[in-house]
């Protein structure tokens, strides 16, 4: 069965510090993979996709992330964290099902900054 | 571009109560989500419209939630009675492809 495991539940950096957020998947074919962004009381962000070709994906807000197939890992990066940068992180796979694509979500990852 | 719309943002209820939420999707997009996602957790799929057809709805507690989408447009999620573990926030998305994008969602608590 398709999963997403997000393996850290909770980070916390420092402002202008570097971050890599981990996620690992399971998934028998090449999937979609995603990362979103979850401020409190709001739904979630679309932060960056990957479909095919070049495994390193570049998002918004300064945000990229690496597939690396023999790992089964989407791992999301940023060199410099913002303030703003503090909220739940969610990687997901899109995996077909009857003839459609489903998201499915790992537990999430909250990010606390420092300044 | 307007986004996913759905309302209301909160709602609180007694257990027994029925409860709606509506969402108005993404203009052209054919597919419509609806995610419970509870407290600390990723949203989990509840079901999944393909235009007017629900194609998966697997996860969909049927003895006490329905949802309908008419006209391939609005949904109507709806929990009737409600209980206290139906707690939870419910998003919306909608998708033109692959990837889904998601509305502010309801917050849903029974008490």
């Known amino acids: 069965a398709q999963s997403v495991t997000q393996p850290d539940i909770h980070i916390t950096v420092s402002e202008g510090a570097s971050l890599e957020l981990r996620c690992n998947y399971s998934y028998g074919a090449t999937p979609y993979l995603f990362w979103y962004v979850q401020s409190p009381g709001q739904g979630l962000q679309l932060l960056l996709k990957y479909f095919s070709g070049d495994t390193l994906v570049q998002g918004i807000k300064g945000f990229e992330a690496e597939f690396k197939r023999s790992q089964s890992s989407f791992n999301l990066r940023k060199p410099s964290v913002h303030w703003s940068d503090a909220a739940e992180y969610f990687c997901a796979v899109g995996a077909a099902s009857g003839g459609y694509n489903k998201l499915i979500f790992g537990a999430g990852t909250r990010l606390a900054v420092h300044p | 571009e307007a986004g996913v719309v759905q309302s209301p943002r909160y709602k609180i209820i007694e257990k027994k109560q029925p409860v709606a939420f509506w969402c108005n999707p993404i203009s052209g997009h054919n597919t419509l989500y609806w995610y419970r996602q509870n407290l600390g957790q990723g949203p989990e799929l509840l079901i999944r419209?393909?235009?007017?057809?629900?194609?998966?709805d697997s996860q969909l507690p049927k003895d006490r939630f329905s949802a309908e989408r008419l006209k391939g447009v609005d949904s109507t999620l709806k929990i009737q009675p409600a209980e206290l573990g139906d707690s939870a926030v419910y998003l919306c998305?909608?998708?033109?492809?692959?990837?889904?994008?998601f509305g502010q969602g309801t917050r849903l608590t029974v008490v």
């Open positions: 998305a909608s998708s033109p492809g692959p990837e889904a994008f």
């Open positions: 419209y393909e235009n007017e057809e629900a194609v998966d």
